[in-house]
Nanobody, 116 residues
Framework: QVQLVESGGGLVQAGGSLRLSCAAS????????MGWYRQAPGKQREMVAT???????NYVDSVKGRFTISRDSAKYTMYLEMNSLKPEDTAVYYC??????????WGQGTQVTVSS
């Protein structure tokens, strides 16, 4: 098992930046895939970015070039650097850890609101 706690959300104007953090309760070095997901009101949860233990990354098209996912195994923490934020980025952001192909753990979420 792993517990995940997100932080860093908040209110920011369009064009601004935020950095989200996801602190894990255990070493993330051997966790194969971790990722950030988001859910806007009335919409389904969507993948934003994922990162593997080999630091391979994947992004949804709408955030490519603006968001950067990273992980620091020494700090048991994953990050999402978000730049050039848009109102459509407004959502609750969740971090997730895939311990196995059938075991995904979620954090409680952090709200990101981008004003126009």
């Amino acid at each position: 098992q792993v517990q995940l706690v997100e932080s860093g959300g908040g209110l920011v104007q369009a064009g601004g930046s935020l950095r989200l953090s996801c602190a894990a309760s255990r070493n993330i070095f051997r966790i194969n895939t971790m990722g950030w997901y988001r859910q806007a009101p009335g919409k389904q949860r969507e993948m934003v970015a994922t990162i593997t233990s080999g630091d391979r990354t994947n992004y949804v098209d709408s955030v490519k070039g603006r968001f950067t996912i990273s992980r620091d195994s020494a700090k048991y923490t994953m990050y999402l650097e978000m730049n050039s934020l848009k109102p459509e980025d407004t959502a609750v952001y969740y971090c997730a850890a895939d311990l196995t192909v059938i075991q995904r753990y979620w954090g409680q979420g952090t709200q990101v609101t981008v004003s126009s």
